[in-house]
C-alpha cells in the first residue's frame, strides 16, 4: 500500500514534525511503503511566517481563488508518487490549506483515499461533516489508528476501525499505548534538514500527556495518560538517529515538559555523559522544587542548552487560577540554578488572564525585573486563545467570561466587560514596550529559539 503524509502549510518550520516521523516508521514497520511530504520545506509559499493568516478560512479561499497554480502544483507533487492513500496531519493553522488540498485532490478522480490527523482531527468532527473528499478521521493517538486504517484500504475493507470516524460512524475509542517504547524509532530518513530554521536538528519524545492540567491547555484532549519513555530508550533512539545522519548536532524534546520524570532524566543525562556522543538537546520544562542545581549541572554536562519553562504570570493568585501547579518562589529557585547551571532560559507569558488585574500584571513586571539577570530571553507575550476543549472553553462560567459566538478564540470577555480583545491587546503593547525600557533580552519570533541553535 503506498501512502503519502502531508504536513499542509502553514507550521512554523522549527524542525520535522515529530508525528510524521513516528508514522512514517510504523507503516514501514506493518510492511507498507510510505513517502513523506512537508511542504513547508518543500513548496515555495507565501507569508511562510504568518500561522494566523493561513488558518483562516477566508484567507485561504480567497488565495486559491487568485492563484490556484500553487495549489494545483503541491497536488501535483502530493500524487507523484501515486499514492493509494493520502494522510494529511491537520493543526488549527493549516487546517484550511489542508481542506483545500484535499479538495482539489478528489476532483481529479475518485482515488487516493483521504485520511485526516492531527490534533484538530479530535477537536473538530466537523473536518469530516458534509465535505465528502475526506474519507476517514484519526483521532487521538495515531501510530495504531492510522496504521489499521491503512491495511483496511488495501483490503478494500471499511475504514471505520477504532480510533477512526468515517461518514459510516465512528468506530469507538481505542486505547491509548501503555508502552511507548514498543513504537519503533521515528524515521526522518525523507526529511530536508536543512529546510528548516533549527539547523541539524530532530526531536525525540520524552513523554506523552501531562501531569499538570493548565485550564488553557488542551494536552489532555489529545492524550488522556501521562506516559514516560524510560531513558535507556530516549539515548538509543538519539544514538540510532545520529548513526544514520552526518548533519546531526541537536535533539529537541517534543513534549509537555522534558522534566516530569526527574528518576528518568537524570538516568538519561547519565547514559550520555557514559556513551561519549556529542551532541545538545533542549525542549519545554515546568517549575518545581526537587529540580536542583546538582541535577541541572548533570543535565548541562550531558549536552542541555535550553529549557522553555511556561511562567505565564509572576502573580500567585493567577498561577492558581491557571492551575500552573508552582508556587512563584520555585521559579525564582530554577531560574537561578539554572544560571549557575550555564543552561539558557525562555520564559513565556501569557497576558489578561480573566481575573488578572493591573496589581496581577504590575506582579509580573516585577518578578521579572528582580530575576532578569537569571533570564535569558522573554517569549512574545501570548494573548490567552480559549478553544479546542480547554478547559476554559467547557467551563467559561467558572471564570465568569463569555465565549465568541463566532469561536474566535481570542474574542472572549468578561461579563463584567472589562476584559475584552482590546484591553488585552493594549496590554500587550505596553509589556513589549516595557520590556524594551527594561533591556530584558526577548525572543521576538518562534525562529529566534532557533538562531542560536544555528550560531
Not at 545520529?242 to 537524570?266: G, K, Q, T, W, Y
Request: hydrophobic residues 40%; aromatic residues 10%.
Amino acid at each position: 500500500m503506498k501512502t503519502v503524509l502531508v504536513a499542509a502549510p502553514i507550521l512554523i518550520k522549527r524542525c520535522p514534525l515529530l508525528g510524521m516521523g513516528y508514522l512514517a516508521a510504523q507503516l514501514q514497520d506493518r510492511g507498507h511503503e510510505a513517502r513523506v511530504l512537508d511542504l513547508n520545506t518543500e513548496a515555495e509559499v507565501p507569508y511562510p511566517e504568518v500561522e494566523r493568516m493561513w488558518g483562516s478560512p477566508a484567507f485561504v479561499n480567497d488565495y486559491a481563488k487568485k492563484h490556484p497554480e500553487l495549489f494545483e502544483g503541491m497536488v501535483d507533487e502530493i500524487l507523484r508518487s501515486g499514492p493509494d492513500l493520502v494522510g494529511f496531519t491537520v493543526w488549527n493553522c493549516t487546517a484550511p490549506c489542508t481542506l483545500e488540498l484535499a479538495r482539489r485532490i478528489r476532483a481529479r478522480g475518485k482515488f487516493p483515499r483521504i485520511v485526516l490527523g492531527g490534533p484538530e482531527a479530535g477537536f473538530k468532527a466537523e473536518l469530516l461533516a458534509g465535505k465528502d473528499f475526506v474519507d476517514a478521521l484519526v483521532v487521538g493517538e495515531g501510530e495504531e489508528t492510522f496504521a489499521e486504517v491503512v491495511a483496511a484500504a488495501a483490503r478494500g475493507a471499511s475504514l471505520r476501525v477504532p480510533g477512526a470516524r468515517t461518514r459510516e460512524g465512528w468506530g469507538g475509542p481505542r486505547p491509548e499505548l501503555v508502552n511507548l517504547d514498543s513504537l519503533p524509532f521515528p524515521d526522518f530518513s525523507q526529511f530536508r534538514l536543512d529546510g528548516y530554521f533549527m539547523k541539524g536538528t530532530l526531536p525525540v519524545s520524552f513523554n506523552r500527556g501531562c501531569l499538570r492540567h493548565c485550564v488553557f491547555c488542551n494536552i489532555y484532549e489529545s492524550w488522556r495518560s501521562y506516559r514516560h519513555r524510560k531513558a535507556e530508550a530516549i539515548y538509543n533512539e538519539i544514538a540510532w538517529q545520529m548513526d544514520r545522519r552526518s548533519d546531526l548536532r541537536h535533539f529537541e524534546a517534543d513534549c509537555s515538559a522534558l522534566n516530569l520524570d526527574l528518576r528518568e532524566l537524570e538516568g538519561f543525562c547519565d547514559r550520555v555523559l557514559a556513551g561519549g556522543r556529542r551532541f545538545t538537546w533542549g525542549g519545554s520544562a515546568v517549575f518545581r522544587p526537587d529540580m536542583g542545581e546538582g541535577l541541572l549541572r548533570k543535565m548541562r554536562a550531558a549536552g542541555l542548552e535550553r529549557l522553555d519553562f511556561g511562567f505565564e504570570s509572576g502573580s500567585p493568585k493567577v498561577l492558581r487560577l491557571m492551575r500552573k501547579g508552582y508556587l512563584i518562589e520555585f521559579a525564582e529557585e530554577n531560574l537561578r540554578a539554572c544560571r549557575a547551571a550555564g543552561i539558557e532560559t525562555i520564559l513565556n507569558v501569557i497576558v489578561g488572564f480573566p481575573g488578572e488585574s493591573e496589581e496581577d500584571y504590575q506582579h509580573t513586571k516585577d518578578f521579572l525585573l528582580a530575576n532578569r539577570e537569571f533570564i535569558s530571553k522573554i517569549g512574545p507575550p501570548s494573548e490567552l486563545w480559549i478553544g479546542n476543549s480547554n478547559y476554559l472553553e467547557t467551563h467559561p462560567e467558572a471564570f465568569d467570561i463569555r465565549l465568541d459566538p463566532g469561536g474566535q478564540g481570542n474574542l472572549w470577555e468578561s461579563r463584567d466587560g472589562k476584559n475584552h480583545h482590546m484591553v488585552r491587546t493594549a496590554r500587550i503593547a505596553d509589556f513589549n514596550r516595557w520590556l524594551e525600557d527594561s533591556g530584558i533580552a526577548t525572543a521576538t519570533f518562534k525562529k529566534a529559539k532557533a538562531d542560536h541553535l544555528a550560531s
